[in-house]
């Protein structure tokens, strides 16, 4: 186990991160659009723990969209705190020796830290961007207070403090492929040196060089051409010695270069890894990557480092339930990992207060995560919260934490027929713009939905029925998360009085479609069949002769035929069938109009 880690960064002026501060768990996962800034945080870590400083330059730096040209006294500047890991306050002596005057200690019975500066700033002399590593005294969380610190002339980050956090970047394109045959590959690095006993290495060289031997000997197709090389000597003005053809590599690192991975499914042939599908070499690249951690981590001596694992995508090409198992995998890695996901699977079964959050502020990136203690030292959840977050929100409905916005409601007729009308709407599929559309299975349980959108500043809107029941448990719902109704009122679309979303279609004028819809379904007589039927059972209290008995026909209609049924077709129809604003019922208009302008706001 290692003895430290970093347990929180700061970055300014790197690409889109401005001025980003955020803590560090042992594992996060980055979450967010395309775009938003995530693999700038893991190259930004890179900055700082890289050997080289060879692949960052002036485009790293942000350029305000109103510059055309780079100030040449910003710079990049990169700060963590590293402190002691699991319930150790202090650093263990060993660390403490290497780090030096650089430990601080901590603040009211705060862990001691080491503060650790990179920044990439022009360089007048070498006209170019140069990195520089430095201890810092204190900590800071913002621009203000950071540029404050004072910079440690003594100890320097000396390259014995720097190989305890050996840097890794895994990007979305690994192949075991590429690894096999590059030396520089964690494949090339573990093969390079297979650990083999001198008496086994000539024994090796010897059965090598007996084969190709007889390959040599017992080949007439290896003769004729041995004979039509030695012409060599007609054209190449040198004196005649000898040609030879080695069929078979003469040493051990060659022979090592050749080497391949067979892989083999039940009742079938084995075949090259090469030959196999992107998923599968991309899941043996990673795990080769652990096998080095591995083996790396076994034999190493004195202080254990931390190796700061950094992976995009690493769900790429994988089918769903290899990208569940994947996931097992990474968690097992040793060091500090970061984790860069597009994947609801992996988002799924990952610790919630692992999760950070990117979102694109203009051309800014602003993050977001969910604390695990309030300032006071109590749970952030509780238990109750906690437990309908995992279910209905990670587990159920995990697509909202790559959304733009998202529209909260409570019935079935409403998850098929919503993204319907907000296609005619807004004249572009609901999932191009962000909008994710969430069942709450009942009116009682948006709280945890409204928590964590809160938490990590997800716009969202709920649409509500209008009976008296959903209005009081919509009420308690914001009291269980926290939050004051009167609020955030404008973002809560309440359908007519007494209305539920089917009452609502009927009565807002598209009884018309209801019936088409029924007719071409169940039959032209399907309605007036069901009337009869109703008014023909013992004990009746059904008269749809009255005013607006044919508008409750309709809806008990559809109540007892399985109302997902009725929400996609109705819509449908309700599109196909009518023009202008019309295509979209008036309190979805509202809705959509209030989801066009939280997407507009910046936070």
């Not at 040209?69 to 699991?86: N, Q």
């Not at 005649?240 to 042939?269: C, G, W, Y």
């Not at 079964?349 to 990117?358: G, P, R, S, T, V």
């Amino acid at each position: 186990m290692n003895g430290f880690q970093i347990t929180e960064v700061r970055i300014e002026n790197f690409r889109s991160l401005v001025d980003v501060w955020l803590p560090l768990r042992k594992q996060v996962i980055l979450i967010g659009e395309n775009n938003s800034g995530k693999t700038s945080l893991l190259e930004a870590i890179g900055l700082l723990f890289n050997e080289s400083d060879s692949r960052y330059s002036m485009d790293d730096v942000f350029l305000r969209p109103d510059e055309t040209e780079l100030p040449r006294d910003r710079k990049i500047r990169v700060d963590v705190r590293i402190e002691p890991s699991g319930g150790q306050i202090e650093f263990e002596d060993e660390v403490n020796n290497l780090f030096d005057a650089a430990v601080q200690l901590g603040r009211g019975g705060e862990k001691a830290y080491v503060a650790l500066r990179a920044e990439l700033a022009w360089d007048s002399q070498r006209k170019e961007y140069r990195r520089d590593r430095h201890f810092i005294k204190g900590w800071a969380r913002n621009k203000k207070e950071a540029d404050q610190l004072q910079v440690l002339s003594r100890p320097t980050p000396r390259r014995e403090i720097m190989e305890l956090f050996p840097f890794y970047y895994l990007d979305a394109k690994r192949d075991i492929q590429d690894q096999l045959h590059s030396r520089q590959s964690f494949w090339g690095k573990l093969a390079i040196d297979l650990q083999l006993k001198d008496e086994t290495q000539k024994s090796i060289k010897a059965a090598l060089q007996d084969l190709s031997e007889l390959i040599r000997t017992e080949s007439p197709v290896l003769a004729h051409i041995r004979q039509r090389l030695e012409e060599l000597y007609r054209t190449v003005a040198s004196d005649q010695e000898a040609i030879e053809i080695t069929p078979l590599p003469q040493r051990l690192n060659d022979l090592v270069r050749s080497m391949d991975i067979l892989f083999k499914t039940k009742d079938a042939h084995s075949f090259s890894i090469s030959r196999h599908g992107m998923g599968t070499r991309s899941m043996a690249a990673l795990l080769v990557f652990r096998a080095f951690i591995d083996w790396k981590r076994q034999s190493s001596r004195g202080v254990q480092p931390l190796p700061i694992v950094t992976l995009e995508e690493p769900e790429a090409h994988l089918h769903p339930h290899a990208q569940r198992a994947l996931f097992g995998q990474i968690t097992e890695i040793d060091g500090q990992k970061l984790i860069s996901t597009h994947s609801p699977h992996v988002v799924s079964h990952a610790e919630l207060f692992d999760f950070i959050l990117f979102r694109k502020n203009g051309s800014e990136t602003k993050v977001s995560w969910l604390p695990e203690k309030n300032p006071d030292g109590s749970d952030f959840l509780e238990l109750e919260i906690a437990h309908k977050i995992h279910r209905f929100v990670q587990i159920q409905n995990n697509e909202l934490f790559f959304s733009h916005v998202m529209v909260l409601f409570e019935g079935p007729t409403e998850q098929y027929a919503l993204p319907i009308f907000a296609e005619a709407y807004f004249a572009r599929r609901p999932d191009s713009i962000g909008l994710s559309f969430v069942p709450a299975t009942g009116v009682g349980n948006y709280d945890p939905f409204l928590k964590i959108a809160e938490v990590l500043r997800i716009s969202w809107v709920i649409l509500s029925d209008a009976e008296s029941d959903p209005i009081k448990k919509l009420n308690k719902c914001f009291q269980r998360a926290g939050l004051v109704q009167t609020d955030f009122q404008s973002q809560i679309i309440v359908l007519p009085q007494g209305q539920n979303f089917e009452n609502y279609i009927i009565a807002s004028g598209y009884a018309q479609e209801v019936e088409a819809v029924i007719a071409e379904y169940f039959g032209h007589n399907a309605v007036q069949n069901f009337k009869d039927k109703r008014q023909q059972q013992p004990g009746n209290k059904f008269d749809y002769s009255v005013p607006g008995g044919h508008e409750k026909a309709l809806n008990d209609f559809i109540d007892a035929h399985g109302k997902s049924f009725f929400g996609r077709h109705v819509a449908e129809k309700i599109i196909a069938t009518r023009t202008g604003d019309d295509r979209v019922p008036p309190k979805l208009r509202e809705l959509f109009a209030k989801v066009h302008e939280l997407r507009k706001q910046v936070y």
